[in-house]
């Protein structure tokens, strides 16, 4: 009976023993499991924080250089206003070389290169480039063409610090501009428009297609509207001709350089940049003027030689 209970205990304890590893077993198999998958969950949250780590840096970076380009935004944005008033600067010094002239202080005279009926293709660019070589600024009197083409020349004179004036939008002479007032202040305040949507900027002095007189009795009402919109205008004491015929390069020199003498010590020579003769006139012109003490400058509203 003894024995018998011995037995039943050892068998008892074999079961608990084995229930135990059982136990163990199962434990330490969800244990490793779950190390495992720690291990794993670990690794994830590493790559998880190396990659929030290297957004943050990339977003970090991408902070920098937004600001970096909104400053250069900023910058560009604030380019023509800039520009502005680097040229009103730079006009206020002109006033006082030209009001030195005028109370005969001055050891020099001042000449105002300008330039009718542009901007044409081929040709603007070619007179841009003597007035380059010689550093001069000059007063481009321009009207309005139409055409891709023509946009990037608007440019290249503004942008090579040349006065841009008022031409009217057609140089329409016969027929429409000088048939009446409105037809040519209507015309000045369009080609107004188009060269502000070109250009950004404001033109205040322009230039009767054919001059002043061309306007005849209509002059006084065409000034005071002109007065009203913030224009002054301006004829020329010298001019090659190029307007009215084709003269030779010899004649157009000669033209300009006969009658230079007549306005005084301000002089505004007129050309047009289409003619290929007053082109090649230009630098003997300037050269001349340039031995006879002038110096030159572009127009500018407060010049004395703006009829305002």
Known sequence: MAGKNRTTSLIVELVVIAAIVA?????????????????????????LQQEINRMREEEEMSAAAIVEKEGKLAEMQSLP????????????????LEDRVLEGTANYKIAYMTFDDGPYVGMTEKYLQVLEDYGIL??????????????????????????????????QMKGYL?????NFVNDIIK????????????????????????????KPGIVEKLREL???????????????????????????????????????????DYSPNSLEA????????????????PLFYESSVIIK
């Not at 520009?83 to 009103?88: D, M």
């Not at 321009?142 to 841009?164: N, Q, W």
């Open 23 to 47: 136990g163990f077993m199962y434990v330490g198999s969800d244990y490793l499991r779950m190390n495992k998958e720690n291990s794993e969950l670990n690794a994830n949250i590493d790559s």
């Open 81 to 96: 206003e800039r520009i502005t008033a680097q040229r009103e600067e730079y006009y206020a010094v002109c006033k006082q």
């Open 138 to 171: 000059a007063t481009f009197f321009e009207i309005a063409r139409e055409g891709e083409e023509y946009d990037p020349i608007y440019h290249k004179v503004y942008e090579a610090g040349h006065t841009i004036a008022n031409h009217t939008y057609g140089h």
């Open 178 to 182: 000088y048939e009446s007032v409105d």
């Open 191 to 218: 080609n107004r428009e188009f060269i502000q949507e070109k250009l950004g900027i404001t033109t205040n002095i322009m230039r009767f297609p054919g001059g002043a007189g061309s306007a005849g009795s209509l």
């Open 230 to 272: 913030g224009y002054g205008y301006v004829d020329w004491t010298a001019a090659t001709g190029d307007g009215i015929g084709v003269y030779s390069v010899e004649d157009s020199i000669e033209n300009v350089l006969h009658t230079y003498n007549w306005g005084g010590d301000l002089q505004v020579v007129l050309m047009h």
């Open 282 to 297: 230009l630098p003997v012109v300037l050269d001349a003027f340039k031995e006879q003490g002038y110096i030159f400058l």
